[in-house]
């Protein structure tokens, strides 16, 4: 699966699980540690929860693609590397306060769901 391709399908799977605020951003020609990140935010610990359980789960099942899962919803980020794309998982509070967007200004910015 191309980098791209599955960045699209996360988005997919957030946007069919109600994830908020969902960005897609293309940091390709800014880093080598990944093409893309997919940023969302989540409502409260159960939803970060869910988000994570389903991308990771649907991404396995239906596209044999694994990734690896750090951190914890009660600290309000969730971080799923799938090599070529990084999806980051907020609570709304967390991601004001690290503003990744901001950081990563200078990546394009290929998708914004609200």
């Known amino acids: 699966m191309e980098s791209l391709e599955l960045a699209r ?17 293309d940091i390709q020609e800014l ?4 093409d893309y990140f997919v940023i969302c935010s989540g ?7 869910a988000l994570a359980q389903a991308v ?6 239906d596209h044999k693609v ?5 951190g914890i919803a009660q600290n309000g980020w969730m971080l799923a590397d799938y090599g070529s ?10 991601r004001e306060y ?10 394009k910015t290929l998708l ?3």
């Open 9 to 25: 399908t996360i988005v997919n799977i957030l946007e069919d699980k109600k994830a908020e605020d969902i960005v897609l951003m």
């Open 31 to 34: 880093t080598t540690i990944a």
């Open 43 to 49: 409502t409260s610990n159960r939803m970060l929860d």
């Open 56 to 61: 990771r789960d649907q991404m396995r099942d």
């Open 66 to 70: 694994k990734g690896r899962l750090e």
């Open 85 to 94: 794309v990084v999806l980051h998982i907020f609570s709304v509070d967390q």
């Open 98 to 107: 690290y503003r990744l967007e901001e950081l990563w200004a200078a990546g």
């Open 112 to 114: 914004r769901l609200q």
